[in-house]
């Protein structure tokens, strides 16, 4: 089946415009996650949802992020006010379950870049 | 808080030749340790998840190991091949749902 699907693949914009970065999961997995890669800064947790509620936000950098999921699947993420150092690769991962045997699968990531 | 480490940060070898990546973990409360490789500019790949109670797990020319008490896994890769050049990279899964990483080790396979 289709895998973990994230849109667009590349965006560029401006200091100070507001980004909203897609993710779509693997069918039926209840568990969606996404996390950050920036140069030098290895792989850092966001956020976490099972169903549309949000029990981990700890990894949200400021309050210009923001992330919501409907339906149980796709997810939004939201940067307002963009920084140039929000510039990275935005990765979502879906898992059947949120512990245990719960193998995260990843998406091809978004590449942001801030100007 | 949980960290953890992967030496070497690179790692350059002729091809067919046997090797094992390490990675260390600070807190080993976890409930499982999962191995991805990722090519450049593009996402993740699952390769082995080791669950807490299991000690190893294999996948071709892969075999991943796990001692929880010590905080430590090995990724061992047999007989490696030029398509295995990527960075590798650790995640272990521990009180919380989320995946906490290892910076990788970025492999080169010579021809």
């Known amino acids: 089946g289709a895998g973990v699907s994230q849109s667009p693949s590349n965006k560029v914009t401006e200091k100070g415009k507001d980004v909203e970065l897609r993710c779509d999961p693997i069918?039926?997995?209840?568990?969606l996650y996404w996390y950050r890669q920036s140069l030098g800064q290895g792989l850092e947790f966001l956020i976490y949802?099972?169903?549309?509620?949000?029990?981990?936000k700890s990894g949200l950098p400021s309050d210009r992020f923001s992330a919501e999921r409907t339906g149980g699947s796709v997810s939004t993420l939201t940067i307002q006010r963009t920084q140039q150092e929000d510039s990275a690769v935005y990765l979502c991962?879906?898992?059947?379950?949120?512990?245990?045997?719960?193998?995260?699968?990843f998406g091809p990531g978004t590449r942001l870049t801030v100007l | 808080k949980q960290e953890v480490t992967q030496i070497p940060a690179a790692l350059s070898v002729p091809e067919g030749e046997n090797l094992v990546l390490n990675c260390s973990f600070t807190?080993?409360?976890?409930?499982?340790l999962q191995w991805f490789r990722q090519d450049p500019g593009k996402g993740l790949t699952s390769l082995l998840l080791?669950?807490?109670?299991?000690r190893e797990q294999t996948s071709g020319r892969l075999n991943a190991s796990l001692d929880k008490s010590s905080g430590r896994s090995t990724l061992y890769i047999a007989a490696s091949q030029p398509g295995d050049s990527a960075t590798y990279l650790c995640?272990?899964?521990?009180?919380?749902?989320?995946?906490?990483f290892g910076k990788g080790t970025k492999l080169t396979v010579n021809p």
């Open positions: 949802f099972q169903g549309n509620s949000a029990p981990d």
């Open positions: 991962a879906s898992s059947l379950a949120a512990r245990g045997n719960a193998e995260q699968f």
């Open positions: 069918s039926g997995h209840t568990a």
């Open positions: 080791i669950q807490s109670s299991q």
């Open positions: 995640a272990v899964q521990g009180g919380s749902e989320k995946l906490v």
């Open positions: 807190d080993s409360a976890i409930y499982n």
